[in-house]
């Protein structure tokens, strides 16, 4: 792939649902490899619009750039340019070459495996760890499938060394979360990830989701511990708790698994009795859960208080949740049932 086309296209990929102008594109390119001109990146847009991989359509004076998911090929050029990242990205770092390749051995057998991607690689990797995002088909075992996963990465992590957090999807949370309004770890990660094992699934997924609705990526990585007040209350209230005497003002719309992670990052008992009842009325996910409590170090706090609620209220994904968190090998941190109980009755969340 020449390198215009490759930059044109990991922009342009990264920035699902922006509506880029050339001008812009530009811009981007510019930001990111530090040289890009208008007129060479307006005649290779011209050419791939006219191989089909592109949609250049007029908005006024200027004219927004789209994916052509219709052209059966684009998945293909785009599994290529993923190649290319992976191999730049692993150029010379033997270390994790090594790391890959046990790990390509101890999951060789999932065969539920569809994609497996770095996320935002180069930043994690100066820092010893690396954030990988894998898209699991849908099983009947699949929660089984995801606690082994868990085992594995965390042997490979104490082997090498490497500190690993893993974000472990199916097919139907992978596309419930490319598809909400709310900020989400996955819609984050489309802007900074290199799907490195079997790219062309990873972007079929995208292509059949896209044919329905607009993907949007998220340009900013939430750090939960910076979630303010006011965005805290206003999330809290969504999810169904109203805490007395503080007025609800309009705020950014986080996913409930974010808003445990920050609320578990405050260290205020208040906020803290705030989580079973939160839980309690409302769907989470598990794994997405679990994922950000490795992020974050929240995990022991996470495991006391979902004992407490299973006891209380018991619920499937609870139960899930916990058998996750028993593979990392956390201390608990013990919380007051009585008192979570007195609360949860108090909110009608029992």
């Given at each position: 792939m020449d390198t215009p086309t490759f930059r044109i296209l990991d922009t342009i990929s990264s920035h699902l649902g922006e509506s880029l102008s050339i001008n812009q594109l530009t811009e981007r390119i510019k930001d990111t490899y530090g040289i890009a001109y208008y007129a060479n990146i307006y005649?290779?847009?011209?050419e791939l619009k006219k191989e089909g991989l592109l949609n250049l359509n007029n908005l006024g004076r200027s004219s927004i750039i789209k994916l052509n998911f219709q052209n059966y090929l684009l998945?293909?050029?785009?599994?290529?340019?993923?190649?290319?990242?992976?191999m730049e990205f692993l150029k010379n770092r033997n270390d994790l070459l090594i790391?890959?390749?046990?790990?390509?051995?101890?999951l060789n057998e999932t065969c539920a495996i569809k994609s497996i991607s770095f996320i935002n690689p180069a930043k994690n990797i100066k820092l010893n760890r690396i954030e990988l995002l894998f898209l699991l088909r849908k099983t009947s075992d699949y929660h089984n499938e995801t606690v082994r996963l868990y085992r594995e990465m965390l042997k490979l992590q104490n082997k090498y060394n490497l500190r690993t957090d893993s974000l472990i999807l199916d097919e139907d949370d992978f596309s419930d979360l490319i598809r909400s309004d709310e900020i989400n770890p996955l819609r984050e990660a489309l802007f900074r990830k290199t799907a490195f094992?079997?790219?062309?699934?990873?972007?079929?997924?995208i292509r059949e989701i896209a044919e329905e609705t607009e993907i949007k990526s998220i340009?900013?990585?939430?750090?939960?511990?910076?979630?303010?007040?006011l965005d805290i209350v206003y999330n809290l209230g969504r999810f169904g708790y109203k805490e007395f005497g503080l007025k609800i003002e309009q705020g950014k719309k986080f996913c409930i698994e974010y808003l445990i992670t920050a609320l578990l990052l405050l260290d205020d008992p208040r906020r803290l009795e705030a989580i079973p009842i939160v839980l309690a009325k409302n769907s989470f996910r598990s794994n997405l859960l679990a994922f950000l409590s490795q992020k974050f170090g929240t995990g022991g706090k996470l495991l006391g208080l979902l004992r407490i609620l299973q006891e209380i209220k018991p619920a499937g994904e609870i139960a899930e949740t916990i058998d996750i968190l028993k593979t990392f090998k956390l201390e608990e941190t013990l919380a007051d049932e009585q008192s979570i109980l007195q609360k949860m009755r108090l909110y009608n969340a029992t």
């Amino acid at each position: 792939m020449d390198t215009p086309t490759f930059r044109i296209l990991d922009t342009i990929s990264s920035h699902l649902g922006e509506s880029l102008s050339i001008n812009q594109l530009t811009e981007r390119i510019k930001d990111t490899y530090g040289i890009a001109y208008y007129a060479n990146i307006y005649q290779k847009l011209q050419e791939l619009k006219k191989e089909g991989l592109l949609n250049l359509n007029n908005l006024g004076r200027s004219s927004i750039i789209k994916l052509n998911f219709q052209n059966y090929l684009l998945i293909d050029f785009l599994s290529e340019m993923e190649i290319e990242k992976k191999m730049e990205f692993l150029k010379n770092r033997n270390d994790l070459l090594i790391f890959l390749t046990e790990m390509d051995k101890s999951l060789n057998e999932t065969c539920a495996i569809k994609s497996i991607s770095f996320i935002n690689p180069a930043k994690n990797i100066k820092l010893n760890r690396i954030e990988l995002l894998f898209l699991l088909r849908k099983t009947s075992d699949y929660h089984n499938e995801t606690v082994r996963l868990y085992r594995e990465m965390l042997k490979l992590q104490n082997k090498y060394n490497l500190r690993t957090d893993s974000l472990i999807l199916d097919e139907d949370d992978f596309s419930d979360l490319i598809r909400s309004d709310e900020i989400n770890p996955l819609r984050e990660a489309l802007f900074r990830k290199t799907a490195f094992f079997c790219p062309q699934a990873f972007w079929s997924e995208i292509r059949e989701i896209a044919e329905e609705t607009e993907i949007k990526s998220i340009r900013t990585e939430t750090k939960p511990a910076s979630i303010s007040d006011l965005d805290i209350v206003y999330n809290l209230g969504r999810f169904g708790y109203k805490e007395f005497g503080l007025k609800i003002e309009q705020g950014k719309k986080f996913c409930i698994e974010y808003l445990i992670t920050a609320l578990l990052l405050l260290d205020d008992p208040r906020r803290l009795e705030a989580i079973p009842i939160v839980l309690a009325k409302n769907s989470f996910r598990s794994n997405l859960l679990a994922f950000l409590s490795q992020k974050f170090g929240t995990g022991g706090k996470l495991l006391g208080l979902l004992r407490i609620l299973q006891e209380i209220k018991p619920a499937g994904e609870i139960a899930e949740t916990i058998d996750i968190l028993k593979t990392f090998k956390l201390e608990e941190t013990l919380a007051d049932e009585q008192s979570i109980l007195q609360k949860m009755r108090l909110y009608n969340a029992t």
